[in-house]
T-cell receptor
């Protein structure tokens, strides 16, 4: 099946810093999503972005499908940005496995 | 608009017991899914449904049953709990013209421990 690798696995930043999280995938996809899991366990959908660029406030994401990667940018980090960021993809072949998740990037924003 | 709701939030079972995890959504989404999340990992698909009366297996279906009698509800049944089913369970709903697993909206999760 499709492989999803996220980097870095852990990231510690000071409040106000910018960061870039990366998601590489091993095959063509028709569906890519970024999620934030907060320290209480809630999963929030940040972006549905199989290709192109989207922005939502301080967050933006870019997927270059032909090169099989996606980037999540967080600017002017706040402590509430802490948590785990997951990238999830669905390969173009479809099938019953649904979304394949990466192992996540654990982000800690220190005040 | 409550979104996706799950009950209970926490549950402890003994090996061999059965139980049902409840999931409901009020967004009129056709598609619903159940995932499990194990420590240090992303989510894995257990079962999914493309509409009332239609369900199918995901990546890790063994030991679980589902049914979908209404658009709103998608319960997950553990038939005979095993310690390997200790996990956090998430229900999700979605709508999409192109994929069953389009933009996913997740419930708050159920943390299950099997002793």
């Amino acid at each position: 099946g499709i492989q999803v690798e996220q980097s870095p696995p852990d990231l510690i930043l000071q409040e106000g810093a910018n960061s870039t999280l990366r998601c590489n995938f091993s095959d063509s996809v028709n569906n890519l999503q970024w999620f934030h899991q907060n320290p209480w366990g809630q999963l929030i959908n940040l972006f549905y972005i199989p290709s192109g660029t989207k922005q939502n406030g301080r967050l933006s994401a870019t997927t270059v499908a032909t090169e099989r990667y996606s980037l999540l940018y967080i600017s002017s980090s706040q402590t509430t940005d802490s948590g785990v960021y997951f990238c999830a993809v669905e390969d173009s072949g479809g099938g019953a496995d649904g979304l394949t998740f990466g192992k996540g990037t654990h982000l800690i924003i220190q005040p | 608009n409550a979104g996706v709701t799950q009950t209970p939030k926490f549950q402890v079972l003994k090996t061999g017991q059965s139980m049902t995890l409840q999931c409901a959504q009020d967004m009129n989404h056709e598609y619903m899914s159940w995932y499990r999340q194990d420590p240090g990992m992303g989510l894995r698909l257990i079962h999914y449904s493309v509409g009332a009366g239609i369900t199918d297996q995901g990546e890790v279906p063994n030991g679980y049953n589902v049914s979908r009698s209404t658009t709103e509800d998608f319960p997950l049944r553990l038939l005979s709990a095993a310690p390997s089913q200790t996990s956090v369970y998430f229900c999700a709903s979605s709508y999409s013209m192109t994929s069953v697993f389009g933009e996913q909206f997740f419930g708050p999760g159920t943390r299950l421990t099997v002793l």
